[in-house]
C-alpha cells in the first residue's frame, strides 16, 4: 500500500514537472499578435475591379471582391477572395482563401493559400509598411504577389512571373476600395 501511495506521488511529481516545463517553454502569442498587427490594414470588406491573364493571349476583366478578418484573438488573420468575369455571365475566374500567420520559431509571416481547384501554397511573406508580398516557385518559374495600401487608401495587387528570376512579367492586378 506504501509503495503504491510513493508511486502514485511520484508520478503526479513527474507529471506536474513536465507540465509547468511545458508551460514555461510555450511561445506566447503576444509577439504573434504583434507581428500581426503589421498586416491589419487589410482588415475589412474590399470590392474593385481588376484584370488577369488566363493565357498569353487572353486577359479578363473581374469584378474582385476581398473579405479579410483577424481570427483567434489577433493570431492568424482570414482572406476570401473571390473574382468574378465582367462578361456578364457572372463566371467565378477566382475562388481563393488564405491564412496569414506569425512563425515565432522562423520570425517571418507565413501565407497558406487554398484554391477553389484543390491547389495550396505555403509560402513566406515579407512585410513593409502598408505592404504585404509574398510568392513562391512553381516548374515553370517563380510567382509573387504584392498588395500595396495606396495613398487613397485602395488595395492595390499585383501578381508577377519570372521565368529565370530577372525578368518579370503582370499577370495580375486589381483595385479595391474598403467597403465595411
Sequence with gaps: MKKNI???????????VFTLSAKAQAPSPAMQIEEMKKVNF??????????IRLTQNNR???KQSETVQSKLGGVTM???????????KERIVHNALAVISYDIQKKVHRVSTYQANGQ???AEAKVGNNTLEWGFKSERGTVRFTIKLTEKGEWNEVGDFSPDGKDWFKFMEMTLQRVK
Design 6 to 16: 510513493l508511486l502514485l506521488m511520484q508520478i503526479f511529481l513527474v507529471i506536474g
Design 42 to 51: 487589410l482588415i475589412g470588406e474590399w470590392r474593385g475591379e481588376g484584370w
Design 60 to 62: 479578363e476583366t473581374v
Design 78 to 88: 482570414v482572406i476570401e477572395g473571390l473574382g468574378k468575369s465582367t462578361d456578364g
Design 120 to 122: 495550396a501554397i505555403e
